[in-house]
């Protein structure tokens, strides 16, 4: 029988623990995409052919629609968590200014990464210009848990 109380209290004692752990997490990578008018990012479901596309549509930019930033994360699961992801891209406008875009979404964590997805597309793309730098964050609330920029942010 004590044995059996033994048990009954360890394993109450893990999960209180389990449940006060703060929330990790972690941006694992962020990816760019230029999209054609179709808004397609490759031709085929090659990853060699989805970087030769790229590439040529770097060297034909009036065949570009929109840009599209993939971004792979991680979190652990917890108890009122309030997840978000937050990309911040700073470019050049076509007059030469310097211009800032940020998108947000909530993310809900689990066990595996996730990717979540954000477009500049439209007008919204043909005004923003070129762009140099971007960065990538994951936030519980207000507390900031993970990140991954570019090396010119």
């Known amino acids: 029988m004590r044995a059996f109380w033994i048990c009954c209290f360890l394993i109450v004692a893990l999960g209180s623990a389990a449940a006060t752990v703060p929330v990790t997490g972690r941006v694992i990578k962020l990816l760019p995409f230029f999209l054609d008018q179709q808004g397609r990012d490759s031709t085929t479901p090659s990853l060699f052919d989805r970087d030769a596309y790229q590439v040529y549509l770097r060297q034909h930019p009036k065949e570009i629609s929109a840009i599209r930033f993939d971004v792979q994360w991680k979190a ?76 010119l942010w």
């Open 76 to 151: 652990r699961k917890a108890a009122d968590e309030k997840l978000k992801i937050r990309v911040e891209v700073r470019g050049i406008s076509r007059d030469g200014s310097p211009v800032i875009k940020t998108f947000e979404s909530p993310v809900v964590a689990g066990v595996f990464s996730r990717w979540t997805k954000f477009s500049l597309d439209g007008d919204g793309y043909h005004q923003f210009g070129s762009v140099v730098a971007w960065r990538a964050t994951l936030w519980n609330e207000d507390q900031l848990i993970g990140a991954q920029q570019s090396f």
